[in-house]
């Protein structure tokens, strides 16, 4: 660790085993050695030469959305847990004990470190070594090391929600298809939990894709993002009045030195909005965070089609209540009938027809039950014809 603003490389060994401290940086340059910065943020602002603005985006106790920020000297990078400030040498990364960005952290170290070119004519450049530098650094087109950086944070967070999508739809289809089967109160809060977390996990995909698209549809922000070119139009071309004359007379320093002049004076022609490299490579990120948003879009489809079976499952049940329950109505009605009847009949009051009239007793038996029988006709003729009940 840091104190006081001591740099102390890293412990590889302990890495591992130490909690995350969200004051702590990691810092990776462009041969792949890791120091450790526990520092506050004005030291950090004074170093990447950035305003508390930028800083403040990569500030863990504070909610900004995903955001590719290209600046001067600088890329901003907040993706998700991978919080970067990327330089044209080398990268700093935000709390590098989380369990996250350890593995972003080893793939930095990996891939970060150049290929070792292959150079010739090593007996007249071994005498000059500065022009020897200048003109390895002209032969070499390899991948600019902040695009590298890009490339592995991209990757990963690309990497991360994709894992993330795979285990929501590990779990959340035998959960539809369960519930399908047995509607419960326990499949349906299992399956509203799993909805929250697709909702939740959905958003975080579209600010990362969001973001992409945005950077891509604009080639001012993307030439922003070219720091090794801006720093290399920043310095003195190789000019013709600082190699000697017998350089030029060498045939293998001779030939290198007008290659690397007529380079310089191609990427001074070249515009700055040229931005292909760099356009490539978000398309293919962008492509990738695109197929786990189509993931995500055709699981929220799944399961608005859930729903809606559902609902249809549960009209149904209800009817079938609502047809019970007309039954029962009408048995009630024709039940009420016979009790007015047999009311009517058993009042205390004197009739005339109650002496030796006892087939009456019969009649009224006979039409109460056929104006009863019509009556429960006439309910379910009615039900039938409204739709409330089945054929």
Known sequence: MIRDGVMVPVDQGSLKKKTAVSSSWI?????????????????????VQIHA?????????????????????VIVLNLEHIKAIITAEEVLLRDPLDDNVIPIVEQLQRRLVPD??????????????GVRNDIDTGEENEFPFEFRALEVALE????????????????????????????????????????????RLTNRVQKVRDELEQLLDDDDDMADLYLSRKL??????????????????????????????????AATIQEENDVEELEMLLEAYFMQIEGTFNKLTTLREYIDDTEDYINIQLDNYRN????????????????????????????????????????????????????????????????????????
């Open 27 to 47: 810092l990776l340059d462009h041969n792949g050695h890791t120091t450790i910065l526990d520092v506050d943020k004005y030291v950090i602002m004074r170093r």
């Open 232 to 265: 290399a139009v920043a310095s003195s071309p190789v000019s013709d009045s600082v190699v000697p004359n017998w350089f030029r007379n060498s045939p293998t320093i001779g030939s290198k030195i007008s290659r690397t002049t007529s380079r310089a004076s």
């Open 320 to 391: 079938q209540l609502i047809q019970l329950e007309l039954f029962l109505s009408s048995g009630t009605v024709c039940l009420s009938v016979y009790s007015l009847v047999a009311a009517i009949f058993g009042m205390n009051i004197p009739y005339t027809w109650k002496n030796e009239h006892g087939y009456v007793f019969k009649w009224v038996v006979i039409i109460t039950g056929i104006v009863c029988a019509s009556l429960f006709s006439i309910i379910t003729f009615y039900a039938r014809h409204k739709g409330l009940v089945g054929s």
């Open 156 to 199: 990963a967070i690309c990497s991360f929600l994709d894992a993330r999508t795979r285990e929501l739809e590990t779990d959340t289809y035998p959960a539809l298809d369960e519930l399908t089967t047995k509607i419960s109160s326990r499949n349906l809060d299992r399956v509203r939990k799993l909805k929250s977390a697709m909702t």
């Open 53 to 73: 603005r930028d800083l403040r985006i990569l500030d863990p106790m504070l909610s900004y959305p995903s955001t590719i920020l290209g600046r001067e000297k």
């Open 116 to 129: 070792n070119p292959i150079s010739q004519g090593q007996g007249e450049e071994d005498d000059h070594p």
